[in-house]
């Protein structure tokens, strides 16, 4: 995104991740943890690659609320999750979310969209097994 000329801010959860992102990036990276998003109508768009996969499902509507809130109207996000049909943990024990395209549309209140797509590929993942993936594209209302 930065080679490509757009302004942005990026965030992690953790300080440590974030330190090597700074790193990387050559310019602060501000720990952030998507609870704690508190901005109105800040940004174009929001993109969370594989951010929001380990937020528990009780928490996630509020979160994505959080986003919706912090997105100008007419912005949009981008996430991913692993699929599934119930949180669960995978072989290392980490806890994911594992939504399907329904259970997700729900947890976006699809209504509150001007536009929400939920679109699903195979791929992988830190374990090396195949993996369903859940691309969510949703735009703000104007």
Known sequence: MLARGFAVTP??????????AARRLG????VLLFEDLDETD???GIWANACLLDVPREAL???IG???AALKPGGV????????TAEGRDCFGRYYNYPSPDWLRGAYDAERW???????DMGGGYDGEP????????????
Do not use: N, Y
């Open 66 to 68: 959080k986003i919706q």
């Open 11 to 20: 965030t992690d959860g953790s300080q440590e991740l974030a330190s090597q």
């Open 27 to 30: 310019r602060p990276v501000e």
């Open 42 to 44: 800040a940004f174009d």
């Open 61 to 63: 509507p509020a979160i």
């Open 114 to 120: 001007r536009k929400l797509d939920i679109d699903e």
């Open 131 to 142: 993996t369903r993936w859940l691309h969510v594209l949703a735009f703000k209302m104007p």
């Open 77 to 84: 996000f981008c996430a991913s999750f692993k699929a599934g």
